[in-house]
């Protein structure tokens, strides 16, 4: 049976992948209302925060798994897939064996949710996207993640381009083939079908449907990119790339322009569109006076994971970390006021590469050269946060090809090409903005103030910084700005603001250095003379 707005092919669709479309009961694209109703009545632990929210529960994983990640080694793609510690292969008997064991597990369910939607704002290169699951949550979530149908095109939706079948109470067989643990998250692209077993962290299928659109979109002649970005009034869009935590959520977040997404966009010929019709915040030490566009976005609709919250008020604890620091709130993307509706803009004026620098060295701004670009986007220098991923308690260095390795499908020299190209072509200004910390590193020194940054990102996009006078900092060679409207000049140059002596400094930029050296060793083979000169110079 099936319950919501119908049409013919969803049934089959569902007998295809042997569910029980006779006894089960299906739910397509259920309300909001109704789902809040579901999750409040059938899951344990949900309840209603006091602005509205939903408070929901992951369970036992409180971020991704990437260790878990596999994709299925099918000759479709086989050549074409960056294998190694991202990408791991997975036989396709285990995939089948996968999804299986998920099938069987939803058709004991009494209730299995369908969300259909799109990935992709626009209409030439968008993807349909199936979701089958039987938390009320993770449909809900979806629903706010992905592009929301209008009732028209869910009539005529017709078959999905991707299905994500999503039994994470469920776990994964660690004596299958390829599988090394009770969780599982699998991706078959000759099937067009994504697995989860042994998780129950919604972030999975949001992030399983970005590495999705980095296979089909390079494939388009579209980039692929872990940003957010935003337009301010008179066209000019930024693009900020970062990792979870180093605040692309936040920085793009701003009132003077317009938000086209805050975390994955697509780069075409006629400009960029989010992935996204939502957006996934981190929540951990939020306030309405800090961020007030996330704070007041949080109400009825929105999904809250994981969060402290009064048993009496229900007033949400945002500093609160007694089940995770991955605290996170997941909302549709009108629900900030000046959202840009449809989710597109031109070509960027200006590339941000945010980085969390744990070793606080390296300077809060410095504009970077066309090569240096290249160095800085596919070295993808940053500290993950704790609480994004599963064990990390504190911020550990870490280098992620293109802002966004664990999602990359092709090789990363792919994407930075594909960069570089279009860097070229519009003349767009790239920025290396540091969001980690100041005067020592993490331990000794402080986390650049937020309000700094932002007076940064202003200078950036008022042209200020454009023109400002700059120094060329020793080893990175960077250009760094001497000054900055709201900003100390202290802060801008780190061998000043650093606490220790001025020998410790060096020593620290020089051992931040050899790692740069050392992860780049990777990628020499394929890198062009003018790259790898970008580098830092020992």
């Keep these: 049976m099936l319950r919501g707005i119908n049409e013919p092919e969803v049934l089959p669709h569902l007998e295809s992948l042997q569910f029980d479309t006779s006894n089960l009961l299906f739910k397509r694209n259920l309300a909001v209302s109704e ?4 999750a409040l009545r059938d899951e344990a632990g949900s309840t209603l925060s006091s602005a509205g929210a939903l408070i929901a529960f992951s369970g036992e994983k409180t971020g991704r798994s990437p260790r878990d990640k596999r994709i299925v080694d099918e000759a479709l793609t086989r050549d074409d897939v960056w294998w190694g510690p991202v990408n791991t292969k997975l036989p396709p008997k285990s995939f089948e064996i996968n999804r299986k064991r998920a099938v069987d597990y939803l058709n004991t369910r009494e209730n299995v949710y369908i969300l259909d939607g799109y990935a992709g704002w626009d ?4 993807l349909k996207v199936r979701v089958i699951c039987a938390r009320p949550y993770h449909a809900l979530f979806m629903h706010n993640m992905l592009i929301r149908p209008s009732r028209e095109e869910l009539e005529n939706f017709g078959q999905p381009d991707f299905t994500i079948i999503n039994a994470g109470q469920f776990p994964a067989n660690p004596l299958t083939e390829g599988i090394t643990s009770k969780t599982s ?3 078959s692209f000759e099937n067009r079908q994504m697995v989860i077993l042994g998780t129950e962290y919604a972030g999975e299928m949001k992030k399983g449907i970005f590495t999705v659109m980095h296979y089909y979109m390079p494939k388009a002649g579209v980039l692929s990119l872990h940003s957010s970005a935003n337009v301010g009034p008179s066209g000019n869009v930024s693009l900020f790339f970062g990792l979870s935590g180093t605040g692309k959520t936040t920085l793009s977040a701003d009132p003077r322009r317009a938000l086209i997404g805050d975390d994955e966009h697509c780069w075409s010929d006629d400009g960029v569109f989010n992935i996204e019709g939502g957006c996934y915040a981190k929540a951990i030490n939020l306030s309405a006076e800090k961020e007030p566009e996330i704070f007041n976005a949080i109400r009825y609709g929105t999904v809250l994971e994981n969060v402290d919250y009064d048993k009496d008020t229900h007033v949400v604890d945002y500093d609160g970390i007694s089940i995770t620091e991955n605290t996170r709130a997941s909302y549709p993307i009108e629900f900030i006021p000046n959202a840009q509706i449809p989710c597109l803009g031109g070509h960027p004026n200006n590339i941000i590469l945010l980085t969390c620098d744990a070793f606080g060295v390296l300077p809060p701004v410095a504009k970077l050269t066309p090569s240096q ?3 800085h986007f596919i070295s993808g220098y940053t500290a993950k946060i704790p609480g994004t991923e ?3 308690v504190e911020p550990q260095t870490t280098f992620s090809a293109c802002f966004g390795q664990p999602f990359l499908v092709l090789h990363p020299v792919k994407y930075a090409t594909m960069l570089a190209e279009k860097m070229q072509e519009h003349q767009a200004n790239v920025w290396l903005v540091n969001t980690g910390w100041n005067g020592g590193a993490y331990g000794t020194g402080k986390r650049i103030s937020l309000k700094y940054t932002r007076a940064i990102i202003d200078a950036i996009h008022s042209g200020e910084l454009e023109t400002a006078e700059t120094v060329k900092s020793p080893i990175f060679n960077f250009q760094v700005p001497v000054s900055c409207s709201n900003v100390p000049d202290k ?3 780190p061998a000043k603001a650093w606490i220790g002596t001025p020998e410790s400094f060096q020593a620290t930029l020089r051992d931040l250095g050899e ?3 050392d992860n780049f060793k990777i990628f020499e083979d394929q890198a062009t003379p003018d790259i790898l000169a970008a580098g ?3």
């Design 185 to 187: 998250v699998a991706l």
């Design 35 to 38: 789902l809040y109703h579901d």
């Design 373 to 375: 670009a290249m160095y």
């Design 390 to 392: 599963m064990g990390v």
């Design 536 to 538: 830092p110079q020992l």
């Design 491 to 493: 802060v801008l140059d």
């Design 123 to 126: 209409p030439k290169y968008r």
């Design 515 to 517: 790692k740069f050296v």
